[in-house]
């Protein structure tokens, strides 16, 4: 019986998470998770894919918390611009990490970018992010005069610096 309850509540709560990440078109500048654990701000140099959601170059607050106190983590972005994207993004994984700055990881895919990690310093923390449905990463590789897939080739990460919003 718990089971079949814990089940019904992550159905219900994948069900408003793909609702909010797949649609969300509005900007607000308090986040909408019951806890906050971490807050910060980020400029992204270029459209960037996250999970289902795509997002513009431009400047965004991003908060990782619960949406309730006993929920899984998210990831909340917020546009600051107006009609700038909103939504929540559930991570992959979360895990430790040894980073001394607060950043977002990305690769590169052509012109744009696709969220695969966000580093919280801070708070010791890092999540990780699915690659986007359909996305395949590869690579020229002049040797075979193709391209290779980024598991076997080299591929280019950029960092974006996450500025920590003070509580």
């Known amino acids: 019986m718990k089971s ?38 980020m400029t992204l140099p270029a459209d960037a894919q996250w999970g289902r959601m795509t997002l513009p170059a431009g400047d965004y607050n991003l908060y990782y918390g619960t949406l309730n106190d006993q929920g899984p983590f998210v990831v909340e972005v917020v546009g600051k611009a ?3 994207p909103h939504g929540l993004i559930a991570p992959l994984g979360n895990d430790t990490t ?14 744009a970018l696709i969220v695969r990690t966000l580093e919280m310093a801070r708070i010791g ?9 359909g996305a395949q990463l590869v690579a020229h590789n002049g040797k075979h005069n193709g391209y290779t897939q980024l598991a076997e080739a080299p591929m280019l990460i950029q960092r974006i610096p996450v500025s920590v919003n003070a509580k």
């Open 4 to 41: 079949i309850r814990s089940l019904m509540t992550m159905a219900g709560l994948s069900l408003v998470l793909f609702a909010l990440g797949a649609v969300g078109t509005r900007a607000q500048s308090a986040p909408s998770l019951s806890t906050t654990n971490f807050a910060g701000s």
């Open 82 to 84: 107006k009609g700038a």
């Open 98 to 111: 040894s980073a001394s700055k607060s950043s977002l990881i990305c690769v590169r895919a052509g012109g």
């Open 125 to 133: 923390k890092s999540a990780s992010f699915a690659m986007p449905r």
